[in-house]
């Protein structure tokens, strides 16, 4: 996040998106940020993002099309990553900004407070229906000027196996610790050990939050096991 860039430009931002924007504490909550790793990103987001708050100058909606004069836009509401996700359509050129699905090996974030993995399985499956002739995505590889069809399975396959390696995990009763040491996201220890720990407990977080309301785990106050 570098909003400091574009500290002259009109910043709009769709309704569910805008509270995290307000205010660094507001931010590192909607992150879930906690103890010494909620320090640790104080001092990134404002030495290495140069965060500033930021009041939005217009919000969008998730279906509204926008005339920006010659080129016309339509946003795509894509929750899941977070719950004001929009992917952006230029109708003309026929341009497909995925924003943060970006079709990485890692997979998809969906470690935010709330975030969401049935939403954004959901909306990964609209993106990849969608025409386009251009694909732009947020991280990465960037510019797909060939349909990247050939991504969306192994992408979204990530989250799947995820699910695996974590029910595998779960045949004996593990705490929230044994589960971010299994390295499930990041596949081994890496540093800085706050970030990646994070990372771990985040993502890891939603799948057994998941879990426990689809009646496959259940957790007993210290504990998670395996229905």
């Known amino acids: 996040m570098h909003l400091d860039l574009f500290d002259d430009k009109p910043l709009w ?16 909550d909607a992150y879930g940020m906690q103890g010494e790793e909620r ?26 099309v926008i005339d ?46 709330n975030s969401d993995i049935d ?18 995505a947020s991280h990465k590889n960037g510019v797909f000027i060939t349909n990247p069809e050939e991504l969306w399975d192994p992408y979204i396959n990530v ?11 779960l045949k004996e009763p593990r705490t929230m610790a044994d589960v971010i040491d299994a390295r499930i996201v990041y596949k081994k220890k890496r540093e800085p050990k706050e970030f990646f720990d994070f990372g771990e ?14 009646g496959h785990v259940t957790f007993d106050g210290k504990a998670y096991r395996r229905v």
């Open 159 to 169: 989250v799947h196996q995820r699910d695996q390696k974590l029910m595998d995990l």
């Open 119 to 136: 939403q954004l399985l959901a909306s990964a499956e609209k993106l990849r229906s969608m025409q386009a002739r251009t694909w732009l």
């Open 13 to 28: 931002i769709s309704t569910e998106d805008v509270e995290p924007l307000l205010s660094l504490d507001n931010f590192l």
């Open 68 to 113: 920006l004069g010659g080129v016309t836009l339509e946003v795509v509401p894509t929750p899941g990553h977070t719950p004001g996700h929009c992917a952006l359509y230029f109708r003309e050129e026929e341009i497909l900004f995925l924003g943060d699905y970006d079709l990485t090996s890692f997979g998809p974030w969906y470690g935010d407070v």
């Open 39 to 64: 320090e640790s990103w104080i001092n990134t987001m404002c030495e290495a993002f140069h965060f500033k708050p930021r009041v939005p100058h217009r919000v969008i909606h998730g279906g509204e």
């Open 201 to 214: 407990r985040a993502i890891m977080g939603k799948h057994l939050e998941r879990m426990i309301k689809n």
